[in-house]
Nanobody, 127 residues
Framework: QLQLVESGGGLVQPGGSLRLSCALSGFTLNNYAIGWFRQAPGKEREGVSC????????TYADSVKGRFTISRDNAKNMVYLQMNGLKPEDTAVYYC????????????????????WGPGTQVTVSS
């Protein structure tokens, strides 16, 4: 059974940092590209970042570029999202998701491409 579980969310002051983790079980991580998404109250789900199966390719939403970094450890079945310089507008529930794909060097933040999702972790940026 495919399962993803996010952790690492919490309350942080503006300018602070958090590292989100996504633990995957029930499948081999290196067969999947992984995406991070977020959804704020009253807003649509937004693709934040993705990383290819090989880890060689990653993309970021313009709103987080230069502040967030995605990474993966296939041996540990873990994916991470390092978030620095957090802003109040980053407040949202953050989700990781898995996309079964043949390509080693592509990823997407189109949510419909993703097969499995975690339950989410809340990130709140406030003073």
């Amino acid at each position: 059974q495919l399962q993803l579980v996010e952790s690492g969310g919490g309350l942080v002051q503006p300018g602070g940092s958090l590292r989100l983790s996504c633990a995957l079980s029930g499948f081999t991580l290196n067969n999947y590209a992984i995406g991070w998404f977020r959804q704020a109250p009253g807003k649509e789900r937004e693709g934040v970042s993705c990383i290819s199966r090989s880890g060689a390719v990653s993309t970021y939403a313009d709103s987080v570029k230069g502040r967030f970094t995605i990474s993966r450890d296939n041996a540990k079945n873990m994916v991470y999202l390092q978030m620095n310089g957090l802003k109040p507008e980053d407040t949202a529930v953050y989700y990781c998701a898995a996309d079964f794909t043949i390509s080693q060097f592509l990823c997407t933040t189109t949510s419909g491409e993703f097969d499995s999702w975690g339950p989410g972790t809340q990130v709140t940026v406030s003073s």
